[in-house]
């Protein structure tokens, strides 16, 4: 469970004004940090739910965005496992605990819940799986100690801050990936952790998932799904979804591409996802979805795009 | 190849993640911890070779737990390497930190982590 944030949301209509300033990128020129991102252009509105320090939400992206206190709660390790997204639909649709974005990293599915709630989600999620012994408290992160707390406000994250080209892990590239869209109503959840428990029992697996849930109990999920990682005979996840979501929409898109990197404190740091994104829209390679969870950014691209995007991610992103 | 066990403890589950993949796939057994107080309890029912730690971690930080670790009986034979971005306190592998506390870590590896260097170390230390 994190700390408290503000839960920043935009929904940008690009047909009509495509002079957006888009929230991240407010966020970078106030050289304030992005501690979660979704990011979903692949219908109009776009729309971007960000989370940052308190304190720096009004300044940073004016009241109209500021949705209030909210925190997040992260599972982790999801081994790229539709079992983890079943979890946190079926956990919290059952109890009826609010959530507004998901989305994940390497090893992490993360949620975005009321701050008022986050102890609730935890607890709920935690009911559907295997804590570790030992494992981290099922309360709000306390601060780092003190000495890490010095340490981290000074040479490493400084020195970090003014890199010329910012180091990396390595950009990782899935291609060959199936992107499925799935619109929902909140009482729906239920059915959809149902489908995606099937999606798992198949042993499916997935590159990257994001979800974001609108007004009016109105949500969809995206899901890039990775052949690689998923038996040639298992059923289609469309046989999964359909009968559970029959009033619901699935799009599918074959063959779309992720770039994903990670790099030594990006989670405190501002500006990563304005540089990355800002590398691929300069270079002409649109962007369907991202997200920026822990220390990791993932971005899904449209097909043949993911090479490009490296060599855009090159010229800011330092390669190991 | 190796038997050996290894812990690896950062709070940033993917590193945690990507480190313990590499190693499996070298055939290390391969325990994880996201913070020095899960490290710490994992390590009273499990003995592994070599602990890979974190210095920055929230609950109880790296040089508190590598203290720990060699100021005890039972575990101060495991080798631990520490990971870290602050490369400038480091001075050797018996160094001073910012506190100017000694700490009795074997080897250190800076942020962020070059995958083949940190196998190495591991290898030379665990003679795989």
Redesign the interface.
Known sequence: MSGRFARLYQEVDASVNQESVYLYQKLAADRINIVFLSLDFLRTPRQITCMVAPGAAPAAAGQDHDQGAAGLV?L??HRFDPAAMAVVFSALGQKQIPWYAMAS????VTVVTDFAVQQQAAEALAEYVQL?????PLRV?????D??R???S???TVA?YVEARI???GIAVKTGLKLCRIDFHSHEQVLLGRALEGLAADKAGFAYISANRAAEGQGHLAVALDPGQTPAHAPDIADHLSPALCSSRLEIRENVEMLCF????F?DRYGIADKALGCLINAGIPVLLAGCV???VSIIVPPGMAEPGVEALSTTFDR? | MSEKFIMVVDDDPDLVEAVSMKLESKQFRVAKAYDGEEAMEKLKGEKPDLVILDVMMPRKNGWVVCDEIKNNEATKNIVVVMLTAVGDAVQSTSYTHHDGKTTLADDYVPKPIDMDKLMEIVDDHLGA
Not at chain 1, 105 to 108: A, H, L, V
Not at chain 1, 262 to 265: A, I, N, V
């Open positions: 992260s982790f390790p990293s390497g090893s992490m570790s012994p030992g494992h981290g992160q306390q601060d780092y100690d000495i890490a010095r340490l981290k000074a040479p490493e970090q180091r990396t892990y990670h790099g030594p404190h989670g822990g220390a990791t190991p």
